[in-house]
């Protein structure tokens, strides 16, 4: 079964007082690339988040967020503290005295005249040991992982649900180009042949030697080896999606076989119903290789 790249994820965790939200995007990318945000205590633990994401999304451009937050009412260990600068405060407040000693101002100092100086408080992150962190944040990190691929694999099955239904269309219009093909050669033949006789109607060349010239020519004009390796690559797309992972770039590439041979056929065949065919065949395998981006 396909999956895709493009999914969400989302779980929690409560350590020490403090509650972890993690949220994992996934979208389409060529290669695996991860960007983690989290805060710069937690650091440490970066290098097997990357691993775990990796190890289960395999493939996409993924952005993980960590945010920690404070769950308890009463003072207790959260994710930051506040930090009073004392030094700075008592310059301020002696710099206050100066200037009402000097204009001899009687008004007194308030707190919200403190809260309104800058850098008198400054939060600070608690740093998180590993043993807090540990098991249980990339456990969750794993649980949330797990969310986004069985998101992955319910838009990989709508996305195989609809290419399912272009390759259907392909191989209706491969039957209709083989049906037009089935006296293509022969007619090709016989045009062939009255133009040879035509221009060869005053040179004394054998009839027979016309007839092998002609077939050889008529020979470049048979597309049956093209219809046959172009049901080769549909049977492999097909097998192909019905893989669980790590097909998308392969499917890319069978994509651009059977771009190939209807190519190929397009050339060869001057039938207008056949080249028809191959036209209406090119923009529905466009359609089907924008689809295929978006497989893991």
């Given at each position: 079964m396909l999956e895709s790249m493009t999914a969400y994820?989302?779980?929690?965790?409560?350590?020490?007082n403090t509650r972890f939200t993690i949220e994992i995007k996934s979208v389409n990318h060529r290669f695996f690339e991860a960007r983690i945000k989290m805060p710069y205590s937690m650091a440490k633990i970066d290098p097997a988040i990357r691993k775990i994401l990796k190890d289960k999304l395999i493939r996409g451009s993924v952005d993980c967020y960590i945010r920690p937050a404070k769950i308890c009412q009463e003072e207790c260990s959260g994710t930051e503290a506040v930090i009073v600068d004392y030094n700075l405060l008592s310059q301020?407040?002696?710099?206050?005295?100066?200037v009402k000693l000097k204009f001899k101002l009687q008004d007194a100092v308030k707190i919200s005249?403190?809260?309104r100086i800058p850098n008198i408080f400054v939060t600070e992150e608690r740093n998180f040991s590993d043993e807090e962190l540990g098991?249980?944040?990339?456990?969750?990190?794993?649980?949330?992982s797990d969310?986004?691929?069985?998101?992955q694999k319910k838009e990989?099955?709508?996305?195989?649900?609809?290419?399912?239904?272009?390759?259907?269309?392909?191989e209706d219009y491969i039957s209709k180009i083989i049906d037009g093909s089935k006296d293509l050669l022969e007619h090709t033949l016989d045009k062939i042949k009255e133009k040879l006789v035509k221009l060869l109607s005053n040179t004394e060349i054998s009839e027979d030697r016309i007839l092998t010239e002609a077939g050889i020519l008529a020979e470049r004009f048979d597309i049956s080896e093209e219809i046959d390796r172009l049901k080769s690559h549909i049977k492999q797309f097909r097998d192909e999606t019905n893989?669980?992972?790590?097909?998308?770039r392969k499917l890319d590439f069978i994509v651009q076989e059977i771009n190939r041979e209807i190519n190929t056929i397009a050339s060869k065949a001057e039938e207008k119903d056949i080249v028809y065919c191959c036209v209406e065949s090119k923009a529905v395998i466009e359609?089907?290789?924008e689809q295929i981006q978006n497989v893991k």
């Amino acid at each position: 079964m396909l999956e895709s790249m493009t999914a969400y994820g989302f779980s929690e965790v409560d350590i020490n007082n403090t509650r972890f939200t993690i949220e994992i995007k996934s979208v389409n990318h060529r290669f695996f690339e991860a960007r983690i945000k989290m805060p710069y205590s937690m650091a440490k633990i970066d290098p097997a988040i990357r691993k775990i994401l990796k190890d289960k999304l395999i493939r996409g451009s993924v952005d993980c967020y960590i945010r920690p937050a404070k769950i308890c009412q009463e003072e207790c260990s959260g994710t930051e503290a506040v930090i009073v600068d004392y030094n700075l405060l008592s310059q301020y407040i002696k710099a206050i005295d100066d200037v009402k000693l000097k204009f001899k101002l009687q008004d007194a100092v308030k707190i919200s005249d403190i809260l309104r100086i800058p850098n008198i408080f400054v939060t600070e992150e608690r740093n998180f040991s590993d043993e807090e962190l540990g098991k249980k944040l990339l456990s969750a990190i794993e649980k949330c992982s797990d969310s986004v691929i069985e998101m992955q694999k319910k838009e990989g099955s709508a996305l195989k649900t609809v290419i399912d239904k272009n390759l259907l269309t392909i191989e209706d219009y491969i039957s209709k180009i083989i049906d037009g093909s089935k006296d293509l050669l022969e007619h090709t033949l016989d045009k062939i042949k009255e133009k040879l006789v035509k221009l060869l109607s005053n040179t004394e060349i054998s009839e027979d030697r016309i007839l092998t010239e002609a077939g050889i020519l008529a020979e470049r004009f048979d597309i049956s080896e093209e219809i046959d390796r172009l049901k080769s690559h549909i049977k492999q797309f097909r097998d192909e999606t019905n893989k669980s992972t790590d097909v998308g770039r392969k499917l890319d590439f069978i994509v651009q076989e059977i771009n190939r041979e209807i190519n190929t056929i397009a050339s060869k065949a001057e039938e207008k119903d056949i080249v028809y065919c191959c036209v209406e065949s090119k923009a529905v395998i466009e359609k089907i290789r924008e689809q295929i981006q978006n497989v893991k």
